[in-house]
């Protein structure tokens, strides 16, 4: 397993940007998929974003695609989290995540997970 530890959040209002970092610990980062999930208050975690162990394959919830952005440096150990046009609805605590499988969206799928850090996107 990896060590994860998420930063980046914040306030921000509605339509503005955030970028989230999450830094892992551990020689093997670049065997891992790695992946992003957010939890809204009284909801139930959701998948938001993964990439491959490469980098070539990504992938996107709805909720999210064109306005967010995953990418990794195996160099940096770090998966980070691009978030454009920010709304409301956005507003939670984001996970990252690390699995061995190829892909996947499924919570039960990840079994390294970060803290998470706090989002809140004001109207």
């Known amino acids: 397993q990896v060590q994860l530890v998420e930063s980046g959040g914040g306030l921000v209002q509605a339509g503005g940007s955030l970028r989230l970092s999450c830094a892992a610990s551990?020689?093997?980062?670049?065997?891992?998929?790695m992946g992003w999930f957010r939890q809204g208050p009284g909801k139930e975690r959701e998948f938001v974003a993964d990439i491959s162990w490469s980098g070539d394959y990504t992938y996107y919830a709805d909720a999210v695609k064109g306005r967010f952005t995953i990418s990794r440096d195996n160099a940096k150990n770090t998966v980070y989290l691009q978030m454009n046009s920010l709304k409301p609805e956005d507003t939670a605590v984001y996970y990252c995540?690390?699995?061995?499988?190829?892909?996947?969206?499924?919570?039960?799928?990840?079994?390294?997970w970060g803290q998470g850090t706090q989002v809140t996107v004001s109207s």
């Open positions: 995540a690390a699995t061995a499988l190829f892909a996947s969206t499924r919570v039960i799928d990840f079994a390294s």
């Open positions: 551990g020689r093997t980062f670049s065997s891992y998929t």
